[in-house]
């Protein structure tokens, strides 16, 4: 079969195709980006922004508290733009994330339990978001002192897929008087980061992809110990840190903050 | 310019700075194009979206790097197809998710480009022997015939120079002849 025949044929043929059905993606594209923070929309909402004199107060007491892990940070080392913590938590801005940070899931999760057992093993009475019922994973995490507890809840209405978790809600907790530090945040230009105050105590809203890192006791900065995450809000409760992740806006996550009981 | 590209041309640099409306019109563009590229080279419809999906955050993220001047559909398809074939190799790594996803294809009625082609004599032949190539070539007349990709937007697809594209073509259609002469016997 001459050349030319055969390149008819294919073209026939290609026109014939059937391919699966095109997924309408720009939606779903647009969507995601904006959760990471790729355009900056800021809802109305009845908390109260930290004065800009209490957020340099609270940047300067954490940098003074938090010099020895700032140094063990390499990415951050040189590139500090700043840095404000909660007892068991710090953000730190730098200009881009490392190049060898993954997804994955279940990192630092610990072992899976059920509340009651877990309770035990704590040092801090658990909160729990009202709402939503029971959650559908416990995990508990003896790195940390005094513990970490992880709360896991399955995709549902207002609260899809996270492809940094892999669930529709992931909450943390942990004793920030215990474990100052435990939680770190790596948050590249372009995420957005706002300091609040919820019923009155501190919380950070990182809005966008970052890196999210756990810290052992001697603050080395470990790649197998951090992993992509998305939107997450860091609220304070008595001594207890929450760390709130999920795909989701600052509306929700606000919402989950204030349910818990 | 034609005008269609000065139009992308436009939406590119309205998405540069931060206009996301912008560049849900240029995923509206391009997705079925992206989306049959992952496919060919997934044969998985599943896949072949998470790939394209990933593509065009990714595509998205690096647009800032991205020249004014350059055809933009090249440039995109070289992302779809590096994260369709990262999948691909991912999905061979495990020979249980391999052999899931050949069930899976088994009951899915557009499971390939080629199970999904109209039955006729000729055409099951031109099939048969598309299916004996390996996939180099298999990919190549695809993305030149079945896709109508340009020289440069299939190089950008199959990861190689524009002028390799002419010889690998050339090359494939002569191993297509033989196996279907051969197939006649």
Known sequence: ?261 | MEDSQLAEAKLVARAKRGELRAYEQIVERHQATAFRVAWLITASSADAEEATQDAFLKAYRALSRFRDEAPLRPWLLRIVANEARNRRVAASRRERLALRVLEERHDDAVASPETALLESDTRAELLGALQRLDERDRLVIVCRYFLDLTEAETAATLGCRRGTVKSRLSRALARLRTEMEDARG
């Open chain 1, 1 to 261: 079969m001459p050349v030319a025949e055969l390149e008819r044929q294919l073209r026939q043929l290609g026109a014939e195709v059937e391919y699966p059905p095109t997924p309408q993606l720009a939606q779903s594209v647009a969507e995601h980006l904006a959760d990471e923070g790729a355009e900056s929309r800021r809802p109305r909402l009845s908390w109260q922004p930290l004065s800009t004199r209490a957020a340099l107060l609270a940047v300067a007491l954490v940098l003074v508290l938090a010099g020895s892990v700032v140094a063990a940070v390499p990415a951050a080392r040189n590139a500090l733009l700043d840095l404000v913590g909660l007892r068991g938590a710090t953000v730190e801005r730098v200009p881009a994330l490392p190049d060898d940070v993954e997804a994955r899931l279940g990192i630092g999760l610990g072992r899976p339990t059920t509340l009651e057992s877990a309770q035990s093993s704590l040092a801090f009475q658990p909160l729990l978001p009202a709402q939503l019922g029971e959650p559908n994973g416990v995990f508990l995490n003896h790195d940390p002192p005094g513990g970490e507890l992880s709360l896991v809840y399955t995709t549902r209405p207002g609260l899809p897929r996270s492809r940094y978790t892999g669930v529709g809600l992931l909450i943390n907790e942990i004793n920030g008087n215990f474990a100052p530090g435990f939680f770190g945040k790596l948050a590249p230009r372009g995420v957005r980061i706002e300091w609040l105050r919820i019923d009155g105590e501190p919380a950070i809203w990182v809005q966008g992809l970052h890196e999210f890192f756990y810290k052992d006791a001697t603050h080395t900065y470990r790649i197998s110990r951090t992993r992509l995450a998305g939107n997450t809000l860091l609220v304070q409760r008595g001594p207890i840190v929450v760390r709130i992740e999920g795909r989701f806006g600052l509306d929700r996550a606000l919402a989950i903050a204030r349910s818990l009981r």
